[in-house]
């Protein structure tokens, strides 16, 4: 099999001073602070129920109605029955934008703390959030970094195809073998980067490929779903 990795930038570590700290919309906000809200009382049983689906479903990589059949089965939860089904889409989704921001900025136990005393939170709450958060934080950062931010983008292709006659490990061959160039642009910077691979090889990694497109479809149909429920 043929096999090439692609670096991401580890998640840096955000300072305690850092304006760009959890940056949230004004929608996220004020449905974390409607949390503490004693008319829209949701219980801590129920509370812990949510965030332990938001960060199981966000610890894993998402199907193309990922998103969709998780706050549907939240819906016909009994232990959420008091709990109006619009309620619970709210919930949810704006707990998992919160969540990936908290992931994606790799900030500390005591700055995520300190960010969930300013929704007015119970200490309850607060403590169930912190240690389901960081009992699932490299997996979810491990799904967010297969996609990155900024991974470097691959603008041109070349190739060419030889035939090897023998080698010093397996003696004579006689086998078609691709030299493949890859050029990845990064920062306004060229960067080759240079494989070979037998026909069954190539087709291994263009099957690989496929799926990776795939993938990133599934995602893109989670993030639209997310924006939806939103506006809606």
Partial sequence: MCMFWFMVDAFPKKK??????????????????????????????????????????????PSTDESQNVIRQLEVNKALGKLDPQRISELYTNLSKFIIQAASQNISSSQLESKLKTFHWSSEQIDRLLKVFFANQSKIQAVLRLYGTSPPKLVDVNWRLDYRLETNTRGPVRELMYIIELIFEDKGRREPLTFTASHAELEDLVSTLKDACHSVKRVALLKLGLQKREIN
Avoid: P, R
């Fill in 16 to 61: 305690m001073g850092d304006n760009t700290l959890l940056e949230l919309s004004s929608i996220v906000q004020s449905n974390l602070l409607s949390l503490s809200d004693t008319k829209t009382e949701v219980s801590l049983e129920e509370f812990g129920i949510i965030i332990d689906t938001v960060c199981n479903s966000l610890a894993k990589i």
